[in-house]
C-alpha cells in the first residue's frame, strides 16, 4: 500500500484558481514517485480563506466525516496568510500555528520530523496587492514577521522548513506563475514549490527525517 500524505492549509494547497493536478502537494507526490517513492494521491484538507483558526475546525470537519488516520509518512502545513489578511495579531497566530503543528505531527505517527511546513508566500508582490493599492512595503514586513513564527515553531516542534520565499517573491509578479485572478499562484509556480521541497520529502520517506 502506498504511504500516506496529508497535505493541511488554504488557498495555496487547495490550489485556487487552477486544476488539480497543478496543486504542488499533488506535483510533489508526482515527483517523488518518479524517483521510485512509494507515496499516493495527497488527501488535501485545505479552503480558500481559511485563517489558522478555520484550519484547525476544518480538520475537525474532515475527520469527522471521514477519520483522518494517524500514520501518514509525510505530513505538510502551510497557512498563515489569511491570519495576515486579516490583520490577526503575531502573537495569537503563534499560539494557533503551534497548536496546528502538534496535529499535522499526530497524523504523522507523533513525528513531527515527518512534518514539512511551507513559508507564507509575499502576495503583495502580485497584481492582484497592485490593483488594491496595498502597501507592499508593509504587506513584505507583516509576511517576514509571520514566517519567523513559522520558522521557529517548525524548528522547535522539529519539523522541517521548506522557504517557498524567496522564489516566490522573485517571481510571483510574472503573468506565467499567476492564475487568471492576479494573486493565487499557477501550476507553474507550484512547480517551483514542489521542487524546493522536495529534498526534504524525499528524506523523509527514505527514513533520514531529521531536519
Not at 506535483?27 to 481559511?50: K, M, S, Y
Not at 517548525?154 to 522541517?160: D, K, L, N, T, V
Not at 503573468?175 to 485572478?181: E, H, I
Request: proline letters at 6%.
Amino acid at each position: 500500500m502506498a504511504q500516506g500524505f496529508l497535505a493541511l492549509g488554504d488557498s495555496y494547497t487547495i490550489g485556487e484558481g487552477i486544476a488539480a493536478d497543478g496543486r504542488w502537494p499533488v506535483q510533489l507526490a508526482a515527483l517523488l514517485r518518479a524517483e521510485g517513492l512509494d507515496v499516493g494521491q495527497p488527501r488535501i484538507i485545505a479552503t480558500t480563506g481559511w485563517t489558522t483558526d478555520e484550519l484547525d475546525a476544518g480538520i475537525d470537519a474532515a475527520h469527522a466525516q471521514a477519520p483522518i488516520p494517524a500514520d501518514h509518512a509525510l505530513v505538510s502545513l502551510l497557512a498563515g496568510v489569511n491570519d495576515q489578511y486579516r490583520g490577526l495579531e503575531p502573537d495569537g497566530f503563534r499560539t494557533r500555528f503551534a497548536a496546528l503543528l502538534r496535529r499535522a505531527a499526530g497524523f504523522a505517527g507523533g513525528d513531527p520530523a515527518r512534518v514539512l511546513v511551507l513559508a507564507i508566500p509575499d502576495w503583495g508582490v502580485t497584481p492582484f496587492a497592485f490593483a488594491q493599492g496595498r502597501d507592499r512595503a508593509l504587506v513584505a514586513t507583516q509576511i517576514d514577521a509571520f514566517n519567523s513564527i513559522c520558522r521557529e515553531e517548525a524548528a522547535r516542534a522539529g519539523a522541517h522548513w521548506v522557504d517557498i520565499g524567496p522564489v516566490s517573491r522573485a517571481r510571483g509578479a510574472e503573468p506565467g506563475m499567476l492564475a487568471d485572478d492576479g494573486l493565487h499562484p499557477s501550476a507553474a509556480l507550484y512547480t517551483l514549490w514542489a521542487r524546493l521541497a522536495l529534498p526534504a520529502a524525499r528524506a523523509i520517506l527514505q527514513g533520514r527525517s531529521t531536519p
